[in-house]
């Protein structure tokens, strides 16, 4: 699956990218928040990928922020709420009020999102509140990770470990040496912390 593209974003609008890697375009929905901070086009843009396939589709998400796809993730996973209403919710509210709607139970200020009704917001705080981190944990300092640490993550829980277990595992060892480590020391290191 496609996990990250790099290329020259060729169109930009409120809802969809076309980034251009080796001489193919990808279209890419994507939030208003990443839109907004798109370069122009024209620039070389990164953009972290969630790959949606069903029988009739194959559809690609991006966003500028590992944090934000993170939670787009989180919000597959509450019944009712597909990608495309994923997409609406974040494009609605900044991800840490949403975080914090969310983790206080605030029914009536996630009902303000369209296309998000009572039951739904209900479901949104029944499901995730235990789920999303507080403001200033893991996963909003993970926002800025390099990509040998997300290829970190990525391999950790392709074998089986928990991503949040990873993340951490990673920001011990990350902390335990110097800033720039290889993908390998990394990798080790956090593999380590995790057999313990």
């Known amino acids: 699956m496609i996990a990250h593209l790099r290329g020259t974003l060729l169109a930009k609008h ?28 024209g620039s070389e843009v990164a953009l972290h990928i969630h790959t949606h396939v069903r029988e009739d589709a194959l559809s690609l998400y991006g966003f500028l922020r590992l944090a934000e796809k993170h939670l787009f993730e989180k919000l597959l996973t509450v019944s009712g709420i597909g990608p495309k209403l994923a997409i609406t919710i974040l494009s609605g509210m900044p991800a840490d009020e949403m975080v914090g709607a969310i983790r206080g139970g605030d029914v009536a200020r996630l009902t303000r999102i369209p296309g998000i009704g009572k039951k739904t917001a209900e479901r949104m705080v029944l499901e995730l509140r235990d789920k999303l981190p507080a403001a200033g944990t893991a996963e909003v300092s993970l926002v800025a990770a390099s990509p040998v640490e997300e290829d970190v993550v990525s391999a950790l829980v392709n074998l089986g470990y928990q991503r949040t277990a990873a993340e951490k595992a990673l920001q011990v060892a990350a902390r335990g040496g110097k800033s720039g480590q290889s993908f390998e020391v990394l990798f080790r290191e956090a593999l380590a912390g995790l057999s313990k």
């Open 14 to 41: 409120p809802n969809q990218a076309v980034v251009e890697t080796h001489g193919v375009g990808y279209d890419v929905v994507i939030s208003v928040p990443t839109f907004s901070e798109l370069p122009a086009t």
